[in-house]
């Protein structure tokens, strides 16, 4: 199996997490202040530039106020 950052999996992941977001009425600004990061960290993640990790995963998905497990469902 390829590992890469543009895995039609992986973009579909970023769509995910920018809708979810999206959907709770928050900007990446918002996200971001949540994370303690800045914007721009944000920003890479749902554009697929940067790759995220599980944990990191979850902590995002608890910031947009989602449980982890039903975004993954919708992979």
């Known amino acids: 199996m390829p590992r890469s950052l543009h895995s039609d999996r992986y973009k579909r992941l970023c769509e995910i997490l920018a809708k979810a977001r999206k959907s709770k009425g928050l900007t990446q600004a918002d996200v971001a202040d949540r994370l303690g990061k800045p914007q721009s960290y944000v920003s890479k993640y749902e554009s697929g530039e ?26």
């Open 50 to 75: 940067r790759r995220l990790d599980v944990v990191e995963f979850i902590d995002i998905a608890e910031a947009i106020g989602i449980r982890p497990n039903s975004l993954i469902g919708k992979l």
